[in-house]
Each structure stands twice: as C-alpha cells, then as structure tokens.
C-alpha cells in the first residue's frame, strides 16, 4: 500500500487566556495540543481519528489542511510538505469542519461556481461535478435557495458539495456526522463509503464508535494529542467491541486505576 499522507512529529501548543485556564481549571499559560504525533494514511482507504473532546483531533486535521501551521514536525500530502509547499497541499485535499459556516445571502449554486473559479475548475467539468453532487444530496431542489434559508442537515450537505467542487483526491472531514439527524448522517456515511470506492482516501475525525465501525479501515487514538494506538480495525479491537477497546487504550494512557 502507498503512503498518501504521512504525518511526522507534528506538535502544537496554544497560549491560555485567563479566562481559558478557568474554564480548564488550569493554572498552566501553555496548553499542548498535538505532541509529537506521527501517523500514516494510505491510498484507498477511510482512515479515522478517534478520541475525546480535547484530544486534539480537530488541531491535526487543522494542520493536515494548512489552516494552521505546526509548532514543529511536518506532514507530507502527496509528497507536498505542509510546511514549505501549502498552495500545493490545498490543491490535493478537501477539506470540510462542522465550522465551516456559508455565507446567508449566497444560493448553494452560486458558492459551489465561486469555489470552483477559485480551484480553476474547468466549465464543463464543473457543472458535471455540480449536477451529480447535488442530486447525489437533494441539493438540486434548493440549489436557488438561499443558505439562510436551508435546514442545518441541507446546509451541511451543500458544505460537503462545495468542499468536493475539484475532485481531490484526498478528502479530509472533521467530525462529519456531528449535529446531523440520522437521515442525513446516513447520507454523508454512505457518499464517505462511495468516494472510497471511487479511489478517494479519506481521512475524518469522530468520537462516535459507530462511525469508526462502519465506515474506517485503520483508526488511530487519539489521546492529550498523542497516538495511544494504530491499526486495522481488527488488530485495535483485538476481539472486543471498539468502545470496551477506547476505554482499555484510554485507561492505559492516563494512568486510570479501577
């Protein structure tokens, strides 16, 4: 198997505000969010984060993406540095957070246009990618409609169309499912499984143990910013069910005694 993203060493820490190290019940300025995290992902496959709230799933994917740049270390992406070679990076990903908020005034039609200007997406290809995304996820029907206007499932659906406006090969999501209802969850889930099947590796952050099960070949876990475990499936479960495995994992790595 190729290696198509390979994460090397990457660190990164965030200065606390006062207020910050109240709500953290902190008194350290520093907190470290990713330490020295090293991990592979290859072609083909659905690669999943998994860990609690603060385990710094989000600060990863984050980088993976160039939106932030690490402390230290470095990630490939296609043999394109996220350090020195982030504009070539971009072209290779999709990338798609329950952040991503559209404008209100702009129609799904016109952002998923404006976004494909921006990647230089070619007329015909674009309205070929356009027409088959949103049929694929009801768009079609609202593609006039003003964000403002939309369900927050139909708004998550249109974000997860833009994101995918040039066809990257790689495709990046975090925490894909997060606030959806089941029937559009369903949806997302499914299309995740298609683009893997169409040569897609893809990567997507969760807490949820039923998302990893369904949809992932390999999973790390994540925990206070370091890979706790790596592997297939099978060899992380290791004959129990993924959950009873997180909180062994989980146990093991912060010292927890029963």
Do not use: W
Not at 231 to 252: N, P, V
């Amino acid at each position: 198997m190729q290696e198509v993203l390979t994460a090397q060493d990457l660190c990164k820490t965030f200065q606390l505000s006062k207020k910050q190290q109240q709500l953290e019940k902190t008194k350290e300025k520093i907190k470290v969010a990713v330490d020295h995290l090293s991990f592979s992902v290859y072609g083909g496959e659905i690669f999943g984060l998994l860990g609690p709230n603060g385990a710094g799933k989000t600060t990863t994917l984050r980088m993976l993406s160039t939106l932030i740049r690490p402390d230290s270390g470095d990630a490939l992406v296609l043999g394109h540095s996220i350090q020195s070679e982030p504009d070539a990076v971009r072209r290779q990903i999709g990338f798609l957070t329950s952040d991503l908020k559209l404008e209100d005034f702009f129609t799904p039609n016109y952002l998923f246009d404006f976004f494909s200007e921006l990647h230089g997406v070619p007329d015909a290809d674009r309205q070929a990618q356009k027409e088959r995304l949103f049929a694929i996820f009801g768009i079609d029907r609202f593609a006039e409609v003003k964000v403002a206007n939309l369900s927050t499932g139909m708004k998550q659906k249109a974000a997860l169309a833009i994101s995918l406006v040039h066809n990257p090969p790689i495709i990046i999501f975090d925490e894909p499912t997060n606030g959806l209802d089941v029937l559009t969850a369903k949806t997302v889930t499914d299309f995740l499984q298609q683009l893997r099947d169409e040569g897609h590796t893809i990567v997507v952050s969760t807490h949820i143990f039923s998302l990893i099960e369904k949809v992932c070949d390999r999973v790390g876990i994540l925990i206070n910013g370091s890979m706790a475990a790596c592997g297939t499936l099978e060899e992380i479960r290791d004959g129990k069910s993924l959950e009873d495995r997180f909180f062994d994992i989980y146990a093991q790595t912060v010292g927890v005694t029963e």
